[in-house]
């Protein structure tokens, strides 16, 4: 079956526009989370939903990041007021259910945001 | 607060030789512990898992042992292939602090030579 897509596979943007980053979990999946990976870094966690809310937002860096799941499915990642250092790649993952952080999280390709 | 920490990379190895990359971890709960890999080109996918001290996660010829009293997961392979020439990630999520998100490492990539 499709796997986690997310939309666009690149971005070019210049510093102080506003970005949107798409994600589609996989048909099914309730848990969806966005991570940040910076170059030679692993991902860092930014938010999770579990349904349409978001059940921790503790890694948003500020108040220029969003995310919304109005439905409960596709999630949008929103960035207001770019800067040079939100440059990275933006991971979505998505899982089947809440079982005490042991169920598997599957990742999408990324978008890769490149603020100039 | 939680944290991984797993060796540097890269690591270079001709094929067929013996790996380990070291992870260790520092939680306030009893943690899952996981190896990602992301081949070149790819998205993360889970290689491996472990849930519980002592627990062994295996795949692909992979294994990584659930160490509580060492804070340790350290990931093993007795011979490796050019196609495991990837960035290896390990990660654990915590119920302690909601288990709903995953801490990374760093990252130590991996380069096989024919």
């Known amino acids: 079956g499709a796997g986690v897509s997310q939309t666009p596979s690149n971005k070019v943007t210049e510093k102080g526009k506003y970005v949107e980053l798409r994600c589609d979990p996989i048909s099914g999946h309730t848990a969806l989370y966005w991570y940040r990976q910076s170059l030679g870094q692993g991902p860092e966690f930014l938010i999770y939903f579990q349904g349409t809310g978001a059940a921790d937002d503790s890694g948003l860096p500020n108040d220029r990041f969003f995310a919304v799941r109005p439905e409960g499915s596709v999630s949008t990642l929103k960035i207001q007021r770019t800067e040079r250092g939100d440059s990275a790649v933006y991971l979505c993952?998505?899982?089947?259910?809440?079982?005490?952080?042991?169920?598997?999280?599957?990742f999408g390709p990324g978008t890769r945001l490149l603020v100039l | 607060g939680d944290s991984v920490t797993q060796m540097e990379g890269p690591v270079t190895l001709s094929e067929e030789a013996f790996l380990t990359i070291n992870c260790t971890y520092t939680?306030?709960?009893?943690?899952?512990l996981f190896w990602y890999v992301q081949y070149p080109g790819e998205g993360l996918q889970l290689l491996l898992k472990a849930t519980k001290a002592d627990d062994k996660g295996s795949n692909k010829g992979f294994e990584a042992t659930y160490r509580k009293e060492t804070t340790s997961f350290h990931l093993e392979k007795g011979s490796v292939q050019v196609s495991d020439s990837a960035v290896y990630f390990c990660a654990l999520s915590d119920p302690g602090t909601g288990g709903f998100k995953t801490i990374f490492g760093a990252g130590t990539r991996l380069f096989v030579k024919a």
């Open positions: 993952a998505s899982s089947s259910q809440v079982a005490g952080g042991q169920e598997t999280q599957y």
């Open positions: 939680a306030t709960g009893y943690p899952s």
